[in-house]
């Protein structure tokens, strides 16, 4: 088993920033990857960012520029840090994270509000 804690989230104006954060109860290197999704009200769930264990990354086209995956080793976190922020960027971010065994485990979601 694996616990994903998620932190960060709130209400921001458009252009603001935020940063979200995500603790894992294992050593990063147990995962192939780690991510972030996002699902808005009425919409599926789509991928945002996600990092892989070799540190390569990987975005959505509509966040491409704005916002940043990244990693604490040491700390067994995975951060988004979100600048630019959009009305369309509303939604809950989830993190997520896939095992070497191929285990998928979720983060129980972060509410991100967009609006002035």
């Known amino acids: 088993q694996v616990q994903l804690v998620e932190s960060g989230g709130g209400l921001v104006q458009p252009g603001g920033s935020l940063r979200l954060s995500c603790a894992a109860s294992?050593?990063?290197?147990?995962?192939?990857?780690m991510g972030w999704y996002r699902q808005a009200p009425g919409k599926e769930r789509e991928l945002v960012a996600v990092?892989?264990?070799?540190?390569?990354?990987n975005y959505a086209d509509s966040v491409k520029g704005r916002f940043t995956i990244s990693r604490d080793i040491a700390e067994n976190t995975v951060y988004l840090q979100m600048n630019s922020l959009k009305p369309e960027d509303t939604a809950v971010y989830y993190c997520?994270?896939?095992?070497?065994?191929?285990?998928?485990?979720w983060g129980q979601g972060t509410q991100v509000t967009v609006s002035s």
């Open positions: 990092i892989i264990s070799a540190g390569f990354t």
């Open positions: 997520t994270v896939r095992t070497l065994t191929a285990e998928n485990y």
């Open positions: 294992r050593n990063v290197f147990s995962f192939n990857t």
